[in-house]
């Protein structure tokens, strides 16, 4: 048996965490997760946690969920793996078929990568081989907004807006013209969301008529900004970028990782404001939380411009090693039997209708500057000044120590620097959507308290 004190030296020896600096990990002693139950992560010494977050934005029905463990063990006792390049396999063609079904009407084919990074990857190379393969290869510029999130790798970089991660990295990074964030609470005072929409869609189409000809595609987390901070788009602003990008005849990339498998109360983000993307990313909840895999869906006509003798080079030149892996798909294929089973998405609007309602009740604390929701997710903003909206300066890490808190009463959050994330597996009930509310409303009021104080 291996316990906890060895457990901490071999990982404080041996293991490098993402977005974390290690110097303030090796100081503190680390939760280790070793198994999950419904929404519960339970640690080593039998701990056990509320995930808050869906382990990073990707559980939906609940961790050790037996359907999708059965599909898992069913699908690894035929085979685990074999490659897609130049050979088929059953579940990858399955669960292509799948979520052409489930995604907006003419999204007709699916290419597979590993995760949301890749499949943004995948999307930014195939908009830009699509325009050579038209004959309008001056379209090499992407547009996308401030505060975007789209992954880590070079290219999802290049097309991503938060400063902090990319600045770095400038140096690497191509061309990507950047529009104002549509995000109410901070764009400009005293303005309301129609204003603020109407403000970054005119900005949108003076970049898209500035450059015509130019812009490869338009790439949008649709409804919310993630990693940006949850930031929830004013009513209307996706059908607005949407209707433009048609308008000046570029194409429309919606980066649906987050969005996607029921996070903002429908299936996929687009179907609030009846907008399909020509092409679509998904990952997070795809395989519901379970293994990493990734789709990209596109158009046939997109598709149909790489059609062609194999001396025109008109393939899609590009793949991963585990693409279409089968225990993923199973993964999936089980994920999507279980939405229609259950009725999930119809299930869970009464959740999201006492989500919203109950969060309100934060604006009660003097720190809470903006209450941010949309579905299942939300973003709680706290502020050192309510009035001016003064952001506590990111070194005094409130958004970390009130996690922090939250982890002493039992659930597991990871915030966005003084913006609390709330994402809990979408089968979460009432009853323990209250309870994580309690522990994150007490956690803020203690934190912030403390900090005016001092
Ligand atoms: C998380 C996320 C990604 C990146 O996904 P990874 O699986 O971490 O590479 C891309 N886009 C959005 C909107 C995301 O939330």
């Not at 404080?12 to 965490?17: A, E």
């Not at 080593?44 to 382990?55: C, H, K, L, P, Q």
């Not at 961790?63 to 396999?89: F, M, P, V």
Request: a negative charge.
């Amino acid at each position: 048996m291996l316990n906890k004190k060895i457990l901490v030296e071999w990982d404080r020896k041996h293991l490098w965490h993402p977005f974390t600096q290690m110097k303030e990990w090796m100081e503190e002693i680390p939760v280790i997760v070793e198994r999950g139950e419904g929404i519960y992560l339970i640690d080593t010494e039998g701990n056990r946690y509320i995930d808050g977050v869906a382990s990073m934005w990707t559980n939906v029905h609940g961790h050790n969920r037996k359907e999708i463990n059965d599909a898992i063990t069913a699908q690894l006792n035929k085979i685990a793996h074999s490659t897609l390049l130049g050979y088929a396999n059953v579940p990858a063609i399955q669960l292509a078929k799948k979520l052409v079904e489930i995604t907006p009407r003419g999204l007709n084919r699916v290419f597979y990568s590993d995760d949301g990074a890749t499949s943004v990857e995948v999307a930014l190379k195939m908009a830009y081989q699509y325009w050579r393969q038209k004959g309008e290869p001056r379209r090499e510029v992407y547009l996308h907004l401030d505060g975007a999130y789209h992954g880590d790798t070079v290219g999802a970089m290049s097309v991503g807006g938060i400063d902090l991660f990319r600045k770095t990295f400038d140096g690497l990074l191509f061309e990507s013209a950047a529009i104002p964030a549509p995000c109410v609470y901070r764009l400009v005072a005293g303005q309301n969301s129609d204003t603020v929409r109407d403000y970054c869609l005119g900005e949108m189409e003076k970049v898209l008529q500035k450059r015509e000809g130019e812009i490869a595609a338009v790439i949008l987390e649709p409804l919310v900004q993630g990693a940006g901070g949850m930031i929830v788009s004013p009513t209307g602003f996706l059908k607005g970028a949407a209707a433009l990008a048609r308008k000046y005849n570029t194409l429309l990339i919606l980066d649906e990782v987050m969005t996607g498998f029921g996070r903002t109360g429908k299936m996929w983000g687009c179907e609030h404001e009846e907008v399909v993307p020509d092409i679509l990313c998904s990952a997070k909840g795809l395989t519901a939380g379970y293994l990493p895999l990734a789709a990209t869906l596109t158009t046939d006509e997109i598709y149909e411009a790489f059609l062609g003798d194999y001396r025109d080079f008109k393939t899609f030149f590009h793949g991963h090693t585990f693409t279409g892996n089968q225990l993923g798909c199973a993964a999936a294929l089980a994920n999507i039997n279980l939405f229609e089973k259950t009725d999930l998405i119809r299930k869970i609007q009464p959740t999201i209708e006492h989500f919203k309602d109950r969060l309100q009740k934060f604006y009660t604390l003097d720190h809470v500057g903006d209450v941010r929701v949309c579905g299942l997710a939300a973003g709680i903003e706290l502020v050192r000044d309510r009035i001016t909206k003064e952001e506590y300066p990111a070194t005094e890490k409130v958004g970390m120590r009130v996690c922090q808190e939250v982890l002493r009463n039992g659930a597991m959050l990871r915030p966005l620097v003084n913006v609390i994330v709330l994402m809990p597996p979408l089968q979460i009930t009432i009853a323990e959507l209250d309870g994580l509310l309690e522990i994150v409303y007490n956690a803020i009021e203690r934190v912030t308290g403390e900090q005016s104080r001092a």
